[in-house]
C-alpha cells in the first residue's frame, strides 16, 4: 500500500480502502491483522484495489465468522495438518514453540506418512 500511496492516482482508493477496513473492524485488532496480510498478498500478486475492496465486501463482520470464512479457505490438502495444529493448541496448557508444533506434525508421520514435507 506504501507503494500505492506514492502514486497520486491511487491514493485517494488506498485512503478509502484503510477507512472502510478501519470501519468494519470496529476496533478488533484480531479481525484486522490477516485482512491486511491478505490484502499485502494480494498486491504483491498485482490485485487491483477494486478487487480488494470485493474482497473486502465478502467478509464476515463478526469474529467467529470470520474464523469459519478463514478456515473454510484452507486447502483440503494441508486440511489434516491444520486440524491436528489447531487441537494440539487448543488443548495445550501453554504456548507451544515453532519446533514443538513441527514433532507434533512430525508424530503422526508413521500414520500419515503424505504429511512428511518434502518427500516424494
Partial sequence: MR????QEAHVQA??????????RADG???????????????LTKGESI???ESHL???PDDLNDFHRHMLSKIDRR???ETSMML???LRARSPFTVLQLA???????????????FTS
Avoid at 488506498?14 to 470501519?23: E, G, R, S
Avoid at 514433532?103 to 514435507?117: F, G
Wanted: charged letters at 25%; zero cysteines; a positive charge.
Fill in 28 to 42: 478488533v485488532f484480531l479481525w484486522v491483522r490477516p485482512v491486511v496480510d491478505g490484502f499485502s498478498r494480494g
Fill in 103 to 117: 514433532l507434533i506434525l512430525y508424530s503422526n508421520a508413521a500414520t500419515y506418512p503424505e504429511t512428511i514435507p
Fill in 50 to 52: 477494486e478487487a480488494l
Fill in 57 to 59: 465486501s465478502e467478509l
Fill in 87 to 89: 487441537e494440539a493448541v
Fill in 14 to 23: 488506498v485512503n478509502l480502502l484503510k477507512k472502510k477496513i478501519n470501519k
Fill in 78 to 80: 494441508y486440511f489434516r
Fill in 3 to 6: 507503494i500505492l500511496l506514492k
